[in-house]
């Protein structure tokens, strides 16, 4: 695991003169990002086919990558997640870079996949609840978003 995670950093956060001009570079971030997506589709102990092409349709359009950094990024984050000890790991990498607004955004992305499968299940609302609270998200701006995805 450790292995895959040091190969794509090397690859793809590599500094930048080496890289080809077209390639686009992964951020630690978008990992982290990513492996909070995938820790909700755990919570309520059934990953479904749904809520994990809406974490790849989320990551496509939030982060912009080539299909197979997108693939990479996406099977990395899955084992991220499947061996995290706890969430911290990943907020902590956000609060260092993200700003409120990316972190609103960040949580609003995962009430979509939430209700992705159309069912809310209380271990996904406390696990964005958490997210949420480790991110310093205001509890009005939680709810805001719920809302938005909830009624869309």
Request: proline share 1%; charged share 25%; glycine share 2%.
């Amino acid at each position: 695991m450790l292995q895959s995670i040091n190969t794509f950093f090397n690859k793809y956060l590599s500094p930048a003169e080496q890289h080809d001009a077209g390639e686009t570079l992964v951020d630690k971030n978008h990992l982290a990002c990513a492996a909070l997506m995938f820790e909700l589709c755990k919570a309520d102990h059934s990953i479904d086919d749904i809520e994990t092409k809406k974490i790849s349709s989320i990551l496509q359009s939030k982060f912009n990558l080539p299909e197979a950094t997108l693939e990479e990024l996406f099977n990395l984050a899955q084992q991220e997640a499947d061996e995290a000890t706890s969430v911290y790991q990943f907020t902590s990498l956000i609060n260092e870079s993200y700003d409120q607004k990316d972190k609103i955004a960040l949580i609003q992305n995962m009430w979509e996949v939430a209700f992705a499968d159309g069912n809310l299940d209380r271990y996904e609302e406390h696990l964005i609840r958490k997210v949420a609270e480790l991110l310093y998200v205001s509890h009005s701006d939680f709810i805001k978003t719920k809302l938005a995805v909830k009624n869309s």
